[in-house]
DNA sequence: AACACCGCTTGAAACGTTTCATGTCGTTCA
DNA sequence: TGAACGACATGAAACGTTTCAAGCGGTGTT
């Protein structure tokens, strides 16, 4: 129960708690002879900073927030440790908040967060949200959108080239032979679902082959709806199926796997193949493993926190968009010869 | 960039700074007239609290702070998101940290977070932590252990009861006619792992008919390692097989599923059935879905934030030991006909 | 010899909150 | 009428840190 501050330590070693302190936040400026009495002062006490104290004065803490939309996606587990292994680099703390698309508690998390003092924030966004977001900025705490492109150029955002990943997706598709592809996913106010969407249609318009190409609209993004999703579409005639299926992510695309190949109604990749978006660790173990587009999930978060704190440091930043390319990863759902 | 303080709220207000503060922390400790003319000018200044100053005068921040050793498995952010609930409806902020067996980090982390003033510690530990946390604790930072039992009654702690969840899961498997068990986990330094397989030695000890169990270990809870797992089961002559695999958790059951139907090399269920642990949401998404044994995550994640926070209301609480029951969830990769 | 400068130390002020002893009314009761 | 009390309001003190103007020897320059 020993809280020992930094006056303990200088009155222990000696000195001012002003050379303590320049011990701590600039041991040039300290003759190696004070630093030694304070270091050991520090260690008989057990002497921890105050944080708390730390921020009030500086007026900004050194904690970052870090607001999920979805918290059942690993994708963005991977995101997340990818900015803590940057943020305990500069001794930063994450205060974490999923919202699972709840609006509500989106914003209790900023209210929560700005209280908190946070030296920024780092949103993958489900609601509108820009507005707050703004507000925030008038008040010197900065955002930086992830996993969404910030179009407007009000925000730094980190995100992948969805409309690439789409396009080289579909590209894929038809390369190995596939001339009906249906793009599973949704919602439909998701930038990410229309990018990629958008990238399939150029893709089946640029193709030297005929390729037909349908939407089946998903209300998220989530296992069970890619499961209903492919009961769908086995109702329909063997003969009326599209013969490749592009899934807005491998959540979606690992529903429609196991509604696929369960009581082995059909061949996946023979009959129909699938191909996913964001390279999660479990497409690779999949009963057929799963084709997808890798983002490169980690960097992103390492990017997003590096931009957000360069921002934090220097306000007048003007905003940037820095966009990653997606990697095509094949396997066997989409295998040539299967 | 205003920076509004309660002392502009009261000069707008026209009263004083403590006033304010009442109206903030016991609104029947002022008159309604105060309280009204509070409300409007903080409203009209768009006032908000600095929680950086109020822990620093409080000695504790709104925080808790969440040690996750296992930052890849989906059974622990249900965990934490359980935690976010608890925690959201107290006004307390979550920084995370994971550490993904990375002792050091964990270091790191607690260093962090007692810095950071923070209410109290959910630590899912890897290392042995137990020093650090003692120290901690003199200090006046609760721990509670999540997913561990701890033995000595040195903290609390919330957990299944895994003794008991290993004998479910092979008295299931005996009961639907398998007699040749083989364990599949690691490493055995971790209590889950010697706990779970303790069960299921109890499970085979007491059937009615001879059952052998046998024991494949793994270095790690992960897919890949199930994969190896997996791969070393199929090197042995099929008559030198088990019947049923009782897997540590199901990250190694997913990566033994999948080794096994891959190339249509065993069937499963038919001839070896697969049980997992945890009842992680990929559990019923498999191809061949997956039998497990289901914890309740979420309960688990609130439990162990109320319990933390009682204590750290009140330093007298005595450690106390939370274990939940698992249940037994099952699925096609141990159906008795298929 | 006078001066400027450098390296280092010092201690007070300030950050925004909560708490608490003190004060000021107005009301009730004897 | 005076005393006692209750309901609020007040403002200073304290939490632990960083910063910064000021000070102090000692060294080098002119």
Known sequence: MANVSIRDVARHAGVSVGTVSNVLNRPDAVSAESASRVQA???????????????????????????????????????????????????????????????????????????????????????????????????????????????????????????????????????????????????????????????????VESADVPVEIEVVATSAMSVAEGVAAGERILRRPPGDRPDALFAVNDLVALGLLQSLVSDRRVMVPEEIAIIGFDDISFAAAAAVPLSSMRQPSRTIGTTALRVLLEEAADPDLVPRQTVFQPELVVRRSTAVDA
Do not use: C, K, W
């Not at 940057?86 to 205060?95: D, F, K, M």
């Not at 592809?181 to 893709?203: H, I, K, N, S, Y």
């Open 41 to 203: 002062a520090i260690e008989a006490l057990g002497y921890v900073r105050n944080e708390a104290a730390r921020t009030l004065r500086a007026g900004v803490s050194a904690t970052v927030g870090f607001v999920v939309l979805d918290g059942q996606n690993p994708f963005f587990y991977d995101v997340v440790r990818g900015a803590e292994d940057e943020a305990s680099r500069h001794g930063i703390a994450i205060l974490y908040g999923a919202t699972d698309g709840d609006v509500q508690r989106e914003r209790t998390y900023l209210d929560l967060f700005e209280e908190q003092q946070v030296r920024g924030l780092l949103v993958a966004p489900y609601g509108d949200v820009n507005r707050r977001l703004e507000q925030l900025r008038e008040r010197g705490i900065r955002s930086v959108l992830v996993d969404r492109f910030s179009g407007e150029n009000a925000f730094s955002s980190v995100s992948v080239d969805n409309v690439a990943g789409g396009r080289m997706a579909v590209e894929h598709l038809v390369a190995t032979g596939r001339r009906r592809v249906a793009f599973v996913g949704g919602p439909f106010e998701m930038r990410q679902t229309t990018d990629r969407l958008a990238g399939a249609r150029v893709a």
